[in-house]
Each structure stands twice: as C-alpha cells, then as structure tokens.
C-alpha cells in the first residue's frame, strides 16, 4: 500500500459525460501529479500541483482540468468525454518537487 | 526532450535465476533521477528502485539494483533470484529534477517467470 488513495476505483460513463477522479496524498506529501495509461499512448504525465499551485502540464486535453485543495487532496475533472480517453488514471504524491513518487491504484474509466 | 527507451517488450527468466531488463535514456540535463516501477496485473504501479544523476554508486533495494552507466545513458534494472511474484510489466521512467520532477515513462518491458 503506497498511502495514496483514489476514488473510484472504476467508472463507467457515456460520451459527452463529465466526471471527477479524486486522489488523496500520502500524509505529509505537498506535490500531487496526474497520469494517464492508455493501450496507445502508453504512461504520459498530465498536470503537477505542488501545496495547492499548479506548477507543471504535460499532455493534458484542454477538455481535462484539475486542482488541489488546502487539504492537498486534489481532483482530475474530465469533461465532454470521448471513447478515447478510456484509459487508466494514476494519482501521484511525493514530499516535495524532487523526490520520488508514489502511486495510488489508479482509477479506470471507461467510455462507452 | 526527454526520451526514454526499453526495448525489450517482453523477456522470460527461470524462476531463481537473475535477469536484466534495459533501459537507455536520452538527455542533455545533468541533473534527473532514475526510476523503475513494477505493474502487475492488478495495475497498481509500485515504485522499486530510484537512481540520482549525481549518485557515484549504483542503487540497490533488497533484490533490485540498478546498474547505472552515465556515459552510456543507460539505467538497466537487476532483479536477482526471480520470483514468480516478479511477472509483471516494468517500466523505466526519468524525471529532470529543474522541471518540477514528472516522470517520463518507457514503453515497459513484461516480464514471465518460468516455474
């Protein structure tokens, strides 16, 4: 068990839906990133947060946002939802910018 | 931009033995880090063996090492004395630690141990 914990475990949805992934951090970890795992694409980051700021984006579709909260737990919302963002989605935490990260068990979304 | 290489999609190992599954990256930066990450089925990804750009010695954590040549840009994961509770995919990834340290991941190699 890494300490990170993500809700829900597994989401099926429609095309066109909205939903929301919520990863909480290992106790006392500032940072929080977003990957996404799919069959094509493979592993790819999507957005940091470090104490609540957004402080780096990799491939994230501008239909994707997110944010952390004074909690440091943070929120993945996925928006207008197409058949090809059926993917694993990992949460990440780490103590600071540079340290290693530590997964949750993902959430897997399937859009139908 | 970063790149990351394993090109080993899949590699079978008798159980007890040792096996190495590559891995080479391409960088200017000098400052990164190094990381391995087992995937089992169930898909949760845990994290093995990491590996400073500045560190002199290579990693070890119990039955993983990394053997890390700088010059070479490669950062090959050791695993000794298989188990069969080591099939899984493992993926190298690398993070530049001035660029808020995301990990770029490789396409991942999958592992079966042979009883």
């Known amino acids: 068990d890494s300490g990170v914990t993500q809700t829900p475990k597994h989401l099926i949805t429609a095309t066109g839906q909205r939903v929301t992934l919520r990863c909480s951090p290992r106790?006392?970890?500032?940072?929080v990133y977003w990957y996404q795992q799919s069959l094509d694409q493979g592993l790819q980051f999507l957005i940091q947060y470090y104490n609540g700021e957004e402080r780096a984006k990799g491939n994230i579709l501008e239909r994707f946002s997110a944010q952390q909260f004074p909690d440091l737990h943070s929120e993945l919302n996925l928006s207008s939802l197409e058949l090809g963002d059926s993917a694993l989605y990992f949460c990440?935490?780490?103590?600071?910018?540079?340290?290693?990260?530590?997964f949750g068990p993902g959430t897997r979304l399937t859009v139908l | 931009a970063q790149k990351i290489t394993q090109t080993q999609p899949g590699m079978f190992v008798q159980e007890k033995e040792a096996v190495t599954l590559d891995c080479t990256y391409d960088t200017s930066d000098q400052s990164y880090g190094l990381f391995w990450y087992k995937q089992p089925s169930s898909g949760e990804m845990i994290f093995l063996i990491y590996?400073?750009?500045?560190?002199?010695q290579n990693a070890t954590e119990g039955r993983y090492s990394l053997n890390f040549q700088k010059a070479r840009k490669s950062a090959n994961l050791v695993i000794s004395a298989s188990q069969l509770g080591d099939s899984a995919m493992y993926f190298c990834a690398m993070s530049y630690h001035n660029a808020g340290n995301m990990l770029t991941f490789g396409g991942g190699t999958r592992l079966m141990v042979k009883p």
């Open positions: 106790s006392g970890d500032l940072s």
């Open positions: 590996q400073g750009s500045y560190d002199e």
């Open positions: 990440a935490s780490s103590v600071s910018r540079n340290n290693e990260q530590f």
